[in-house]
């Protein structure tokens, strides 16, 4: 696992990390609770966007960063319609050829598609690496019949692909859980991490949906990042666990060397780290591209760092907090003037103690 993350190899750091989630695919048959995607408005990349793309990246290559991970989504990849056309365009074989890695997310909930989608990735991405990532529904945790579903199909497409090192990451949506049956147990991180860490090799990773919906107010934005904030501050982690949270929502020097921006619809979008990649297509977060050059990527991400510095002293906690330059790197201040509140989002009772390494449990841990 040591080369699996970009984190990992900050030591011997020789260029930056650049990630790109593609919002391109349409079609999804589920509802998954929290699920905040616009399941068929995602437009196809035209030519012209292709060729701005590979520019893009090809600037980006010779000027110090190497593109690793390329997400794929919002859909279910087993459910979408566009699966097929999609992987099978040679501009997208070759757009994906750019980075180390694809990363796809699914239910596994159907997979009457899989054989041919199985086909699609032998044939056209065998030599990239594969992620393909499992969206769990917290509220069905207890559901054993669920779970082993989910772990049958997975077991059957991973056969059908036929590569044994392709990756699983746990990604649930956040909504609120008092909703569900079980609000309780779904306040103990790692309760809910031994119910389904069968599926997947890392830790559960949340996934704020909700910033996809245009309409989200700031009360709700409050709401689910606090019951995460609060979550894992009352949890009790172990060393093993905290060093994927480490990566997912403690990294403090280590994201320095990445970058990840979302793209849709012809239009590259900012992607603050709170916890997980936040996705959102509001206005204020499109990255303004004429050049395509990873030049102009920079300025802008140095316009909004220099924002973020001097909003900081009106905020509650922020400007004398030990994590300020890293939650500007990772744009939580610039998420908290987008959502209006003064008051940190941030886990840091887990930080301290994820980026202690050791120093757990968190409960123990001021
Ligand atoms: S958001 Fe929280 S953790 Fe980050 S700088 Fe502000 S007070 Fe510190």
Known sequence: MDAYLASRELAEASHFYLNINFEILNGCKFKCRGCHVEKNAQQPISTDEFNGLSKLLQNFEQSLYRPFIAFVGPTDFLS???????FESPEIIKLFHHFKRVSLQTTYLDISKAELAAKILKEHYSEIELEINIVVDPARIMDASYLSI????KMKFMELLERDEVRTFGIMNVYNYDQTKIPDLLRDYDFMHQRVEHLFETT???NF????????SNEEFLDLTFRIRDLFNSSIVSDDKAEYLRFSFGKLTDSLIERQYNYRNG??????????RFVTFKDEFEVPVTQHTAREIEEYEMKVQLEQYEVASSMDECESCTFLGSCVDRGILFLMNTYKTKKCLVAKKALFAVNSMGALPINNHE
């Open 267 to 276: 239009k590259l979008y900012y992607s603050p780290l709170l916890y997980e």
């Open 209 to 216: 949906s909700m910033g996809r919906n245009k309409d989200l």
């Open 204 to 206: 559960i990773d949340y």
């Open 150 to 153: 989910l772990e049958k199909n």
């Open 80 to 86: 979408a319609d566009n699966f097929v056309s999609t």
